[in-house]
């Protein structure tokens, strides 16, 4: 599957790829308060999930934990890193996927429809944090947004995206939106 996602590199795919390379190597600078191991945990095994996907955590305030979480994996070697998006600005935009490539400073111009066409092909998986979902839930095109990020996710093994959401309403709905199969909750409680 490696090779086959390489041989369809254009030059901006790989130029994309270089920037968010860089993105990767670079130590999340966030503050960390309260420990909660269970959620840690749980986050963990999200993250190191070798099926892919999409996990869901209900409460953008445990986004310090998530990005805490991956750090100490990225520095203990465990995953390339993490790429972090929060959906504040999304409603000014067409498409949540351009969105998403602006973020992370990726041309629009550059002709992937996929997140695995940015993310390096190395032996670890990187993680894709969208942070502040509710944003995204009233855009027309999120639900299609997310299912194809999900099933990119367990197709490549490339990547794996942890969602944070307010809404207890969105956060069940989006549990819902492919069955179950690739949207799934991390398994935190509050």
């Known amino acids: 599957m490696k090779s086959y996602i390489l041989s369809k590199l254009s030059k901006s795919n790989m130029i994309a790829r270089m920037i ?3 993105k990767l190597t670079q130590p999340i600078q966030k503050t960390y308060n309260t420990p909660n191991i269970k959620l840690e945990e749980d986050i963990k095994c999200s993250m190191m999930n070798v099926i892919g996907g ?13 990005l805490y979480v991956s750090e100490q994996l ?3 070697n465990k995953i390339s890193g993490v790429l972090l998006v929060t959906g504040e600005n999304i409603n000014h935009y ?3 996927f351009i ?3 602006e973020e992370l400073s990726i041309s629009n111009d550059e002709s992937s429809r996929f997140m695995s066409e940015l993310v390096p092909i190395n032996s670890k998986r990187c993680i894709l944090v969208i ?3 509710d944003y995204l839930l009233d855009h027309v095109a999120t639900k299609s947004f997310l299912v194809s990020l999900a099933e990119d996710s367990v197709l490549t093994k490339l990547y794996n995206v942890i969602v944070c959401i307010d809404s207890v309403d ?4 989006m549990l819902t939106w492919n069955n179950g ?6 398994v935190y409680k509050q």
């Open 74 to 76: 990225r520095q203990k």
């Open 99 to 101: 969105y998403l490539k």
């Open 181 to 186: 199969g690739k949207i799934n909750k991390c």
């Open 54 to 66: 999409v996990y869901v955590i209900q409460g953008t305030k445990n986004i310090d934990t998530v």
């Open 20 to 22: 968010i390379n860089n």
């Open 131 to 133: 942070d502040k979902f």
């Open 170 to 173: 969105g956060y069940n709905d």
């Open 94 to 96: 067409q498409s949540p």
